[in-house]
């Protein structure tokens, strides 16, 4: 790139943001120029949409100066980062369903008439000038519940071309979108780049970001990792960056005795989401099931924990066949969950540790027909000591614990069960980084003491940490297993990217 | 309207898809053929006119219900204002300061009445809005809050018109419409177009609807329900005052339930309890569902009681297609 | 300084602020009336609270779970015309069971539909409200019922009768508090109605049967329905058809006033009795002090929306509400 005088469109200095026990942002900087596409990157809970909200008016940065074209500005909410020309489209819809596209489009600014009537021939020529300008297929006035996803994704980029941008912001555009739509999004970005328009791009995607992006700027963990210039640099280079310090798997927690086959599935298909999925659990070993989002992973851990009924396949504990018809079955036969999103599916955030810890087994733990409250807090002592738990006492509501010890809690509530299989989806989402390896060495160490371990990941240092084997997973379907020892971090990405043996582009 | 025309699927399948859209419009076509079949007196305008006053009352109250709902919002306590609506318009017309102005001594009572529910719509809003507590709690103690006050300025005694004017009112008509009922179909309009076709009505979707996405879109939340809750004071205090013409007399007691039979009347017709959903069109098919119902079961003398049963199951049965028609979005996880 | 005191101390002053409340209450009454303390005033007030307080019960029960129940006074007008019109037809003795079975038989709908149907609770029971005012009016022919015999009858006890002294409706309610608080709070049973109404999600990712669940707390309302009708039927000797009406929002009230959210997930039957004995204290008070009873209404009203607004307060950490 040559050497520009002009002022970046927007400009991060050391922007520092935490939240009760997490620091999300740790002194990061960052720049858009105009015209320019710099791509932010970054795994899971690095720190990127953190980063975009803040950008977006959406988060108070606790520390950090924030320059839009040259000049310091505070942005307290997402209507003055608008008005400085920041556009923000978030990946998460923020639609109201039962309204029109156009209305959508312009939602808070409707032109109006005299008595506040809506200007809908003003609203309609506009918006269907944008969705043109899309090459939607669809009109302004179709209801936005009426839409597809991808197509409601479509609005809310219409909404962005409303203003007269400075800086748009596009957080995972693709994820819902086909190829076709894809090549509009790609134009339309090309479009507004020429305009001058700074593009700040999140996605996950490496062969998007290399056709698209001017510069990548990686985060990790929270903490600024380097910008590098797209032109010049390759996968191999962003991948070390965001992966961070080449894997060290020596350190790694020696796994015990590898024994009989505890669980297997044979051709499990639960379509759309999965089909012919078949693998063998050992106790003793820890399976990693890694690829993106959506591959599969989760819904194949639901199906069996009973939540999911699959529409062909058998399932096997011990070498029998068995139907698991709801959670209560599963836990009867020993296989336990710890699920992806923890605040929502794993604790109840207003009830005590303890109580959270023995809710699966409180029907069991009882004098008479009353809870015996004595056995329950030796369990969650003999567990909070086994696991490290840091909490004031049983008492403290789980909501209070920082994100590693709520996750502790949730292990402890399976593994005092006794289980014969634990099911860990993401283990370490959302949580910080010197409670990540510890929980990757609790998980080791289960396994250690015979425990049929699967641990569902995005996160590739991950499951190249914890697994013996890895099931590698691309759209609902297993593409290859590998054993520890055998796997390369090439081989593992073309796996989940879909791509066979080539070498990725 | 041509409903049924199979063999030209254009025509036909725009009022059909609007009936997907509209089921309660359905249901009312049905009990309305069902009863001028089975009942000679049902198919009769003076019944219809009936039937439009009947449901004058609880219909002004839906359509500042449906306002409300929309918003992701509710008002138990309409009943009350009512009462309250009600005893201010009989008893201010007596007052002795307009003694003299015969006629026009109705005026600042009906004024009167109308500003009581504008300014409870307008406190119980305000609270919604500050306090952020559930406007389900706030209305709820608005609700025996307001009975109080009702009681307080009665006395526990009711009221009666002395100007016999005012409870003529009631009975005029203009052309085939009685003035009631002229009033309800005037305000429903009102609302109606106040719902589709302006910024504020426009606003209350997606208020209710992504309430996240309001507010980042500069929508001024707080205001935008109060303003809504001062509407449905309005009419609620509309639907006392005429409530009392028809009586000649407000009654302490007067409008007790009508919040749940309002809310019955608006679910009925596709408004959505957590907001984002719903429409004017839909309310009043409602309202007219359970007047329909009750005026053709009562011209069958089918005693009032099964009114209960029918309107209650109808509800229940309502709710369960709704779930079952929208059972796809969660994803087949068994929760 | 409210503001700073909340965000503090704010959860455990909240937590005991209906105590303080109460006890406020209590003081301010005690000086305006020599009678207010009095034990014949108290057992007065105690015996009159029976009713929505034996209704209150069950409908923590029904809330903690996550869910309301609209549906309470008309099953309560259904439980009471049943067991007196039957009182004199099969006896007390087959009545009672006839009326507690039939009630619960509506428990179970409610629990069927809201619970195993997953269907909006505020809706259904709203539904089950005016069915079964439909019902009670066809099966009472919209007569009202009346017992003949009223000073022969055993069935006089619940409302009328004295064990040691202490009015029957007073021992009923107390007893039957005990015995849901027990269960809510020192039961597998009770533990999962916290869990499903903390967090339904999690709660079945913990093997919690949650329709199961949610269907035996209306079952629990119903039952408690039932109770408050044998004490109604027996103090009345006779019932309206309405007599209910209007009760689920005053029961509510004192759900509400006792601190129990109706997002469900936390509140307790202890706070709920609270809340109950509150409404009545507030009432009696009013009346000693030469109210007229409606007045209650007036500081119900500003005391409900108090009590939840400072509840939420501190949750939040700021007084008022941050949207715009």
Redesign the interface.
């Known amino acids: 790139m040559t050497e520009t005088t002009t002022q970046p469109a927007l400009r991060l200095q050391d922007i520092v943001k935490t939240f009760p026990g997490v620091r999300a942002l740790d002194g990061v900087s960052f720049e858009v120029m105009p015209g320019e596409v710099h791509a932010l990157l970054g795994e899971n809970g690095a720190g990127k949409s953190t980063l975009m909200k803040v950008l977006a008016g959406m988060y108070q940065p606790d520390e950090g100066l924030i320059f839009i074209g040259g000049g310091q500005v505070r942005v307290a909410n997402p209507m003055e980062a608008k008005a400085q020309g920041i556009v923000l489209i978030h990946q998460e819809l923020s639609l109201a369903p039962e309204m029109s596209a156009a209305e959508n489009i312009y939602l808070g600014e409707l032109p109006c008439k005299s008595f506040g009537r809506v200007d809908w021939k003003a609203l309609y020529a506009r918006s269907n000038a944008i969705l043109e300008r899309l090459r939607c297929r669809f009109r302004a006035d179709a209801l936005v519940a009426d839409l597809s996803i991808a197509n409601q994704q479509m609005v809310e980029i219409a909404r962005a071309l409303t203003v007269d941008a400075r800086v748009v912001i596009f957080d995972e555009p693709t994820a819902s979108l086909t190829d076709a739509e894809k090549v509009v999004l790609f134009d339309i970005i090309t479009d507004l780049k020429a305009q001058g328009v700074g593009i700040v791009y999140i996605s996950h995607r490496m062969d998007e970001i290399f056709t698209l992006s001017d510069r990548i700027t990686v985060l990790r963990d929270g903490a600024y990792r380097g910008t590098l210039t797209t032109a010049e640099t390759d996968e191999d280079a962003v991948t070390r960056l965001m992966i961070g310090r080449s894997l060290d798997l020596s350190q790694r927690v020696a796994a015990g005795e590898v024994g009989e086959v505890v669980l297997e599935a044979r051709g499990l298909s639960c379509a759309p989401l999965y089909e012919d999925v078949s693998f063998q659990v050992r106790a003793g070993e820890v399976v990693g099931f890694y690829g993106l989002v959506g591959a599969g992973r989760t819904e194949i851990a639901e199906t069996l924990f009973g939540l999911r009924t699959p529409n062909a396949g058998t399932i096997l504990i011990d070498g029998k066949e068995v139907t698991i018809g709801s959670p209560q079955d599963a836990i009867r036969l020993g296989i336990s969950l710890v699920p992806e999103n923890r605040k929502e599916q794993g604790l109840v955030l207003g009830m005590n540790c303890r109580d959270n810890m023995t809710l699966p087994q409180v029907g069991d733990l009882t004098t008479g027909p009353f809870v015996s409250g004595g056995a329950e807090v030796s369990i969650f002592d003999q567990y909070r000591d086994r696991l490290a738990i840091k909490t004031p006492s049983w008492r403290q509501p789980v909501g209070f614990l920082s994100g590693g010890n709520q996750q502790k809690i949730v292990i402890g509530k399976w593994l005092s069960m006794q289980p014969r299989v634990l099911i860990v989806d993401e283990p370490t989402r959302g949580i910080d980084v010197g409670s990540k390896s510890e929980i990757h060495n609790l998980i080791r160490q289960l396994a250690g003491q015979g425990y049929a371990v699967i641990v569902i990941s995005s996160e590739m240092p991950e499951v190249l940490h914890v697994a013996d084997r890895i099931v590698a997973m691309y759209h609902g379907r297993v593409m290859r297993s590998f054993n520890a020892g055998e796997v390369t971090e090439d081989s593992l990405v073309q796996a989940i990217s879909g791509i066979g043996n080539g070498k990725a582009a | 309207m041509s409903t049924t025309n199979a063999t030209t699927p254009g025509p036909a399948a725009a009022p059909l898809r609007w009936l997907m859209r509209n089921p309660i419009w359905g249901f009312v076509l049905i009990i309305f053929v069902f009863f001028s079949l089975a009942t000679d007196h049902f198919f009769d305008i003076r019944n219809f006119q009936n039937i439009m006053v009947q449901t004058s009352t609880i219909g002004l109250i839906a359509l500042g219900m449906t306002l409300v709902m929309i918003n992701g919002n509710i008002d ?1 306590s309409v009943g009350a204002t009512l009462a309250l609506a009600a005893a201010f318009a009989v008893d201010v017309q007596s007052w002795a300061m307009f003694a003299t102005w015969g006629n026009w001594q109705i005026f600042p009572a009906v004024c009167a009445a109308l500003l009581v529910g504008i300014a409870l719509g307008a406190l119980n809003g305000f ?1 919604v ?6 406007a ?3 209305t ?10 009702v ?2 300025y009665t ?2 005694s009711s009221f009666y018109a002395m100007n016999f004017a005012y409870s003529d009112f009631s009975a005029l008509s203009i052309g085939p419409l009685p003035v009631l009922a002229l009033i309800f179909l005037a305000c429903t309009l009102a609302v109606h177009l106040l719902l589709s ?4 009505g ?2 209350a ?2 208020v ?3 309430r ?11 205001p935008h329900m109060m303003v809504n809750f001062m509407i449905i004071g309005f009419l609620a205090a509309l639907s006392g005052v005429l409530l009392s013409t028809q009586m000649g007399a407000a009654t302490p007691n007067l409008g ?2 009508y919040e ?1 039979w309002v ?2 009347a608006v ?1 009925l017709g596709g408004t959505k ?1 957590t907001g ?2 719903g429409d004017i069109i839909g309310t009043f098919g409602g309202v007219l569902a359970i007047g329909i119902l009750r005026n053709g079961m009562n011209l069958m003398q089918v ?14 049965a309502v ?2 297609l709704d ?1 079952q028609f929208n059972r796809r979005t969660q994803g ?4 | 300084m409210l503001l700073t005191r909340l965000k503090a101390g704010g959860p455990a002053i909240a937590k005991q602020g209906i105590l303080v409340a109460f006890i406020l209450f209590m003081i301010v009454f005690s000086l305006a009336s020599d009678r207010f303390l009095s034990m014949d005033n108290v057992m007065s007030v105690l015996r009159q609270s029976a009713i929505i307080g034996v209704m209150a019960l069950g409908v923590t029960v029904v809330v903690i779970g996550g869910n309301l129940d609209l549906s309470v006074g008309s099953m309560l007008s259904f439980a009471t015309v049943l067991v007196v019109d039957l009182h004199d037809k099969i006896g007390p003795e087959m009545a009672i069971p006839v009326m507690v079975f039939a009630t619960l038989c509506l428990g179970a709908i409610n629990g069927f539909l809201i619970g195993f149907l997953r269907l909006n609770s505020l809706i259904v029971t709203l539904g089950m409200l005016s069915a079964i005012q439909g019902l009670v009016l066809i099966y009472s022919g919209g007569q009202n019922v009346d017992i003949v015999d009223q000073s022969g009858t055993w069935f006089r006890f619940f409302g009328r009768g004295a064990i040691l002294g202490i009015a029957t409706p007073i021992i009923i309610f107390a007893l039957l508090a005990l015995i849901i608080h027990v269960v809510m709070s020192m039961t597998p049973f009770g533990r999962k109605v916290y869990a499903v109404g903390g967090n339904p999600t999690a709660s079945v990712f913990s093997g919690i049967p949650r329709s199961r669940v949610v269907f035996a707390t209306y079952l629990i309302s119903a039952l408690c329905v039932a109770v408050a009708a044998i004490i109604l039927g027996s103090r009345v000797m006779g019932s309206q058809n309405n007599v209910g009406q209007g009760y689920e929002l005053q029961v509510l009230a004192a759900v509400i006033l006792g601190g129990t959210s109706l997002l469900g997930g936390s509140g307790s039957i202890i706070r709920t009795v609270l809340g109950v004995l509150m409404l009545a204290f507030i009432q009696n008070g009013l009346i000693l002090m030469g109210q007229p009873y409606y007045t209650q209404w007036l500081v119900t009203w500003a005391v409900i929306i108090i009590a939840v607004w400072l509840d939420v307060a501190a949750k939040r950490g700021r007084l008022f509400s941050p949207i715009a």
Not at chain 2, 304 to 311: G, H, M, N, P, S
């Open positions: 138990l609270i809005w500050k306090t952020g507590v559930d389900f709690i706030v709820l103690g608005a609700m025996l809050g307001i009975r109080g006050l009681f307080v006395g526990e076709r302006t910024v504020h426009r606003n979707y997606a209710g609807g992504n996240e996405a309001a507010i980042n879109a500069g929508i001024r939340v707080g007790r339930d749940l809310i019955t679910v309890l984002g959903k005693p009032a009681f099964y009114v209960y049963v029918i309107l209650g199951s109808i509800l229940i709710l369960f779930k087949g996880l068994r929760l």
